[in-house]
T-cell receptor, first 111, second 114 residues
Framework: RKEVEQDPGPFNVPEGATVAFNCTYS??????FFWYRQDCRKEPKLLMS???SGNEDGRFTAQLNRASQYISLLIRDSKLSDSATYLC????????????FGKGTLLTVNP | EPEVTQTPSHQVTQMGQEVILRCVPI?????FYWYRQILGQKVEFLVS????????KSEIFDDQFSVERPDGSNFTLKIRSTKLEDSAMYFC????????????FGDGTRLSIL
């Protein structure tokens, strides 16, 4: 089983649509969770951390289910500028705190 | 907003040559990392560095790789005797005092081995 697995995509949606990304992780010892976005050939940029109680930042909502080892990201009222690859990222913790990335899901928002 | 900076943005090198990739982490950060991303693949962890020593390295980070913090600001990745398969984007990242905080990435160095 892959350490972090995401919907393979790609997703093509019209402006204004709601789109959901799903992610599962294999290591139950994982301690922190993030969504990053990556534009083509650019660096990963933090979109939001994901908290156990779920959290929202404007049009973006993240959820975490530790029992199912499942993370989600919902984008409402999608904009053209939301077009990017969305990376599910997990930190197993410990003294090294390395990040483990999913392969990403490409989103294209069309006018 | 403070940011991680990397140089050069693009490095082209002949196979077998040595390369040094440079990074300036965010100034008050204490944890430093190198990741790489081969074209079309996921971002992979290479090495983490804390308190002037490697805290963890992946299987990719073999004897041809080394890291150094030569002064108070720079963090370098050296690849000795480069191979074709080392061609990738290399990202430096840093994070603050709490290791569970999000990592902030530099804009990467694209390494092309000919």
């Amino acid at each position: 089983r892959k350490e972090v697995e995401q919907d393979p995509g790609p997703f093509n949606v019209p402006e204004g649509a709601t789109v959901a990304f799903n992610c599962t992780y294999s290591n139950s010892a994982s301690q922190s969770f993030f969504w990053y976005r990556q534009d083509c050939r650019k660096e990963p940029k933090l979109l939001m951390s994901v908290y156990s109680s779920g959290n929202e930042d404007g049009r973006f909502t993240a959820q975490l289910n530790r029992a199912s080892q499942y993370i989600s990201l919902l984008i409402r009222d999608s904009k053209l500028s939301d077009s990017a690859t969305y990376l599910c990222v997990v930190n197993v913790g410990g003294s090294n705190y390395k990040l483990t990335f999913g392969k990403g899901t490409l989103l294209t928002v069309n006018p | 907003e403070p940011e991680v900076t990397q140089t050069p943005s693009h490095q082209v090198t002949q196979m077998g040559q040595e390369v040094i990739l440079r990074c300036v982490p965010i100034s008050n950060h204490l944890y430093f990392y190198w990741y790489r991303q081969i074209l079309g693949q996921k971002v992979e962890f290479l090495v983490s560095f804390y308190n002037n020593e490697i805290s963890e390295k992946s299987e990719i980070f073999d004897d041809q790789f080394s890291v150094e913090r030569p002064d108070g600001s720079n963090f370098t990745l050296k690849i000795r005797s480069t191979k074709l398969e080392d061609s990738a984007m290399y990202f430096c990242a840093s994070t603050g005092t709490g290791g569970l905080q999000p990592q902030h990435f530099g804009d990467g160095t694209r390494l092309s081995i000919l």
